[in-house]
């Protein structure tokens, strides 16, 4: 199984979904969460955050592009979480690949048993894993709080997982 699509109903719902995908992570990942503004990235980021219990909560980090928290994976090995807004380094323009390598995420990833999730930035994050997981996010012109979410691995492992877990919680899920 390489693609599966989730409807959520309110944003409750996808910080579940992303509670549930949780165990399923390991350092080294890449999530990259693609969508318009209010999608869900962040919220999904949330339910991430408390899954791999974060030792604080996740915010925005518009402001900051770069937020690194603290987290435990399933296998209670200590990492860190990489928060990437890249939102206002497209809209301030420039050379965005060098400003991102600015940031000096890649050291941070490297070294620190780290998973980097990223709104906004799939150009610029791509070339800091093979193991990643694209997360697709698309609202609904009739249904103010309806989302349907995608996943599409790319060598990312423990989809096969998640799917089931998320089966047994959703009940069922699109395609
Ligand atoms: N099904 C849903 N899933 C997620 N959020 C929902 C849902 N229904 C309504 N919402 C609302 O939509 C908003 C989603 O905001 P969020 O910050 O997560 O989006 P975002 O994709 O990160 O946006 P941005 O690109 O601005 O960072 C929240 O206000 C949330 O309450
Ligand atoms: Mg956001």
Redesign the pocket.
């Known amino acids: 199984m390489e693609k599966m699509k989730v409807e959520?109903?309110?944003?409750g719902?996808?910080k579940e979904l992303g509670k549930l995908l949780s165990p399923f992570l390991s350092p080294g990942d890449l999530l990259i969460l693609r969508?318009p503004?209010?999608?869900?990235?962040?919220?999904f980021t949330q339910g991430l955050g408390e899954g791999l219990k974060a030792e604080r909560p996740i915010i925005?980090p518009?402001f900051t592009l770069a937020r690194e928290v603290k987290i435990q994976f399933k296998d209670g090995k200590k990492g860190l979480l990489i928060h990437v807004?890249a939102?206002r380094l497209k809209a301030r323009g420039g050379d965005i690949f060098e400003e991102f390598e600015a940031l000096g995420i890649e050291d941070d990833f490297e070294g620190n048993n780290a998973l980097v999730v990223a709104?906004?930035g799939d150009k610029i994050a791509e070339p800091l894993s093979d193991r990643i997981l694209y997360v697709d996010?698309e609202r609904n012109m009739e249904r103010e709080?309806?989302?349907s979410v995608s996943f599409t691995s790319k060598g990312f492992k423990g989809l096969e997982g998640f799917e089931k877990s998320v089966e047994a919680v959703f009940g069922s899920f699109v395609s």
């Open positions: 959520t109903k309110n944003s719902e996808t969508g503004l209010g999608a869900g990235k962040t919220t925005s518009t807004d939102w709104e906004w996010f709080n309806l989302r």
